[in-house]
Nanobody, 126 residues
Framework: VQLQASGGGLVQPGGSLRLSCAAS????????IGWFRQAPGKEREGVSC????????YYANSVKGRFTISRDNAKNSLYLQMNSLKPEDTAVYYC????????????????????WGKGTLVTVSS
């Protein structure tokens, strides 16, 4: 079972990045899947999540209107389109999956997440 995040990098404030997360060893169809981030010296926080049941989504207040989460079950992949990036978005971003019976992902909590990928670093700086 593996989740592999990619797409991070250095971007100027106001710029955009698209993160991707590819799953292998299991099928994403049965999992809520989301993005979490951790900035230096801060606790990991939920950024966004998308349901496996009805496609409903969760966004942290700090990213609403700027980030868009999507999933492609045919490709067993998850994406995060990040626009209007701010320096405070700088963090390591992780993708993670939770069984469809859980409630952590869609509430922004990382406690119940079953599978985690290695992170990808996003740096927003001029």
């Amino acid at each position: 079972v593996q989740l592999q995040a990619s797409g991070g990098g250095l971007v100027q404030p106001g710029g955009s990045l698209r993160l991707s997360c590819a799953a292998s060893g299991f099928t994403l169809d049965d999992y809520h899947i989301g993005w979490f981030r951790q900035a230096p010296g801060k606790e990991r926080e939920g950024v966004s999540c998308i349901s496996s049941v009805d496609g409903s989504t969760y966004y942290a207040n700090s990213v609403k209107g700027r980030f868009t989460i999507s999933r492609d079950n045919a490709k067993n992949s998850l994406y995060l389109q990040m626009n209007s990036l701010k320096p405070e978005d700088t963090a390591v971003y992780y993708c993670a999956a939770e069984t469809r019976y859980g409630s952590s992902c869609l509430s922004g909590s990382y406690y119940g997440m079953a599978y985690w990928g290695k992170g990808t670093l996003v740096t927003v700086s001029s």
